[in-house]
């Protein structure tokens, strides 16, 4: 695996093309569900630097005067073919723009057939606005992170157990096409405990219709993370946690066939699979 520690730009492939200032990318693959890093290294300090990629933009920080870097997550929707990441450099010298190729490759996820109680598949009337009300907030969570990292080691595992199902699984709940599974599953015995993989801020905790017990933590840098169906949740929503803390405990609550954890990964509200980010800002 690869670390990517702040503090030092690590330069690898040399693919931006500009007079002055460069780009660097690094990811498993370029393709739907990954994370991407980009480190932008400048030729003069500069006083900003903004990026646009997939029709969004996304926050970049400096790590020092002439680097900065910035997290892109590919989504599930992204089309295959050739996309461009729009750079611009402000300094006290002026504006430099860059642009990026990115070309995503096409990615065949696998299909997976679960039976689980009907309520959480077609839910009853009664049911309804709980979930609208959890879903807005979920979506405005994913909008208040903070820009910048909250966390200076590499990520760490939460649970010492392997991720047994596929990010971007396309799910059949009762024989009913729902979304694609947009995280990863680690089939952990009820009871184990689930930490922190960085330090962060925990923005929500709490019990939810669809994913029971669930803490959404906030590394900063538009990354965060939802770890879903806990037995118990210990942590409580405005801490600031360290890598290790113990959010809650393994469970099966929610609309799960079994006790596990289910790990979401966001990148700037992009839905990614954490195992890249494990990849890429891991400890090796």
Same mark, same amino acid.
């Given at each position: 695996m690869r670390a990517l520690i702040f503090g030092?730009?690590?330069?690898?492939?040399?693919?931006?093309?500009?007079?002055?200032?460069?780009?660097?990318?690094?990811?498993?693959?370029?393709?739907?569900?990954?994370?991407?890093?980009?480190?932008? &290294?400048?030729?003069?300090?500069?006083?900003?630097?903004?990026?646009?990629?997939?029709?969004?933009? +996304?926050?970049?920080?400096?790590?020092?005067?002439?680097? +900065?870097? &910035?997290?892109?997550?590919?989504d599930l929707d992204v089309e295959p073919g050739d996309h461009v990441a729009s750079i611009r450099i402000d300094s006290s010298s002026g504006t430099e723009r860059l642009r990026q190729p990115l070309s995503v490759e096409a990615k065949t996820f696998r299909t997976r057939n679960l039976t689980v109680d009907n309520a959480f598949v077609n839910p009853p009337a009664s049911v309804q606005a709980r979930i609208e009300r959890e879903a807005a907030e979920l979506n405005r969570v994913y909008a208040s992170g903070s820009a910048t990292p909250l966390w200076t080691a590499p990520f760490v595992r939460p649970v010492p157990h392997?991720?047994?199902?596929?990010?971007?699984? =396309?799910?059949?709940?009762?024989?009913? =096409?729902?979304?694609?599974?947009?995280?990863?599953?680690?089939?952990?015995?009820?009871?184990?405990?689930?930490?922190?993989?960085?330090?962060?801020?925990?923005?929500?905790?709490?019990?939810?219709?669809?994913?029971?017990?669930?803490?959404?933590?906030?590394?900063?840098?538009?990354?965060?993370?939802?770890?879903?169906?806990?037995?118990s949740v210990d942590a409580k929503t405005g801490d600031r946690v360290e890598a290790g803390a113990v959010l809650g405990k393994v469970g099966a609550t929610g609309r799960v066939t079994g006790a596990h954890l289910h790990w979401t990964l966001r990148a700037n509200g992009v839905r990614v699979d954490p195992l890249s980010l494990l990849d890429l800002l891991g400890k090796q």
């Open positions: 030092a730009a690590t330069a690898l492939t040399l693919i931006g093309q500009a007079p002055s200032s460069a780009v660097t990318v690094d990811s498993r693959a370029l393709a739907p569900g990954e994370l991407i890093v980009l480190t932008i &290294t400048t030729a003069n300090e500069a006083g900003a630097v903004h990026v646009r990629a997939f029709d969004r933009d +996304w926050p970049a920080f400096a790590i020092d005067p002439l680097t +900065w870097r &910035t997290f892109v997550g590919v392997e991720a047994n199902s596929a990010f971007g699984t =396309r799910s059949v709940f009762n024989g009913e =096409r729902r979304s694609p599974h947009g995280g990863a599953d680690f089939l952990s015995p009820s009871g184990t405990p689930i930490k922190a993989p960085s330090a962060g801020t925990v923005l929500l905790a709490g019990d939810l219709y669809y994913t029971g017990g669930t803490v959404v933590l906030d590394h900063g840098a538009g990354l965060i993370s939802v770890f879903a169906h806990m037995s």
